[in-house]
């Protein structure tokens, strides 16, 4: 049995993904869709967006999500599990969009 680790990227709601064409540069795609939809593509075990209701990135005050329109700096939370080499290579292959993202990687624990 493999060994599963997490990684969890930390960004604001509002963040982008950086522009590839033309048209994205006029409508680019949020940052958590473009890293959901490239963690598919590249095979990796499991993905989940968290729903943030509360919180706070480093130096930032703390947001809520309390109306209609979620706040701008409002955190996101992508959480991918797969080995730790496929994250890594991951984080390595998107390096270019995770510049303003926190990254934390742990081991899972194995029950079974």
């Known amino acids: 049995m493999t060994q599963l680790s997490a ?4 960004f604001p709601q509002s963040a982008k993904a950086k522009p590839a064409r033309f048209w994205q540069r006029l ?8 890293l959901l939809r490239h963690a ?3 095979g990796i075990r499991q993905a989940v967006l ?6 706070y990135l480093p130096g930032g005050q703390v ?10 700096r409002l955190p996101n ?9 496929r994250l890594q290579a991951f984080l390595c292959a998107h390096a270019d969009h995770l ?3 926190r990254a934390v990687l742990h081991p899972c624990a194995s029950l079974f």
């Open 77 to 85: 939370c992508l959480e991918l599990i797969d080995e730790e080499a």
């Open 7 to 10: 990684l969890r990227l930390y």
């Open 50 to 55: 968290h729903k943030v209701f509360a919180g």
């Open 63 to 72: 947001q809520h999500y309390a109306s209609d329109t979620p706040p701008a």
């Open 27 to 34: 409508v680019a795609p949020s940052l958590a869709t473009y």
């Open 99 to 101: 510049a303003e993202v």
């Open 40 to 42: 598919h593509r590249a």
